[in-house]
């Protein structure tokens, strides 16, 4: 029953009860929910407030709906661990930043043009948000996935991309950075992670369920002057993929720093 004296509103108090039954195993993964109607009855409540709390729900990424079906329990997906550790990888196919994703390839035609930056990553470049950046946008998997597992877009400056190679499909066998490196540039790297909801777009590439966010590894890419030669934006399901970073200890004035 709801509790008219609760300060919560009273989807919110319908929302933390069917919650707690999620989470204490009254409801496991792949279990339907009562329906809206059964929850308006159970609750006494109206079908639009039972709504509103099956939504909020979803908006948590706990349930997800299926159409003629009814709503159930998310199952918990298996989560694949990227190990970042500070080297670079690099073979006669280009550089790698993760040793599990090696063997992936692009799913479909890269996708190029030239454009503007997100604001974020304007600002990592150095940039305003209106200057001109070439795109670099590539679905990546292993050799036959039915859909990509990672989204990557490369954001290259115009001082640096225009009238170049840079600009071609074909940036030969050792990528972009290798035409980087062949122009004089010693690159080096820094990497930003951190998330955000999809756009409609990338919720339906990556296929996510309701409520589930993208984990974005931001990486910038600099030569030895400090300018910015490029920021690849990385954009995986949360809920499929995980981050860990190796933490090598060293010493500090004779000191072990761990």
């Known amino acids: ?29 792949g279990d339907k929910l009562p329906s809206a109607r059964e929850l308006a009855g ?14 909020a729900l979803k908006a948590e990424g706990l349930v997800e709906s299926h ?32 040793a599990q994703a090696k063997g992936w390839v692009a799913l479909a035609p890269s996708v190029l043009y030239w454009g ?32 990509p597992l990672q989204l990557a877009t490369s954001y290259l400056p115009e001082r640096i ?26 690159l080096h790297w820094i990497e930003v992670c951190n998330a955000r909801m999809p756009t409609p777009q990338e919720r339906e590439l990556l296929r996510l369920g309701d409520g589930v966010p993208v984990l974005r590894l931001l990486r910038v890419t600099r030569n030895q002057h400090g300018e910015c030669l490029e920021v690849n934006d990385t954009r995986m399901s949360a809920e499929r993929f995980e981050v860990s970073y190796r933490m090598d200890p060293s010493r500090l004035d004779g000191r072990l720093v761990i």
């Open 116 to 147: 503007t930056a997100p604001a974020d990553v304007a600002t990592l470049m150095g940039i305003e948000a209106d200057e001109p950046t070439f795109r670099r946008e590539r679905n990546m998997g292993p050799p036959g996935s039915t859909f």
């Open 42 to 55: 159970e609750y006494e409540i109206t079908h639009v407030t039972a709504s509103q709390a099956v939504a």
């Open 161 to 186: 991309a225009r009238g170049t190679r840079l600009e071609e499909r074909d940036t030969g066998p050792t990528g972009i950075y290798g035409l980087m490196e062949a122009a004089g540039h010693v």
């Open 1 to 29: 029953m709801i509790d008219p004296s609760d300060a919560r509103p009273p989807f919110r108090q319908v929302a933390d009860a069917l919650r707690a039954a999620i989470t204490s195993g009254v409801y496991g993964p």
């Open 67 to 98: 159409v003629g079906r009814g709503v159930f329990v998310r199952a918990p997906a298996d989560r694949r661990r990227i190990d970042r550790g500070r080297g670079v990888l690099s073979d006669e196919r280009g550089y790698y930043f993760d």
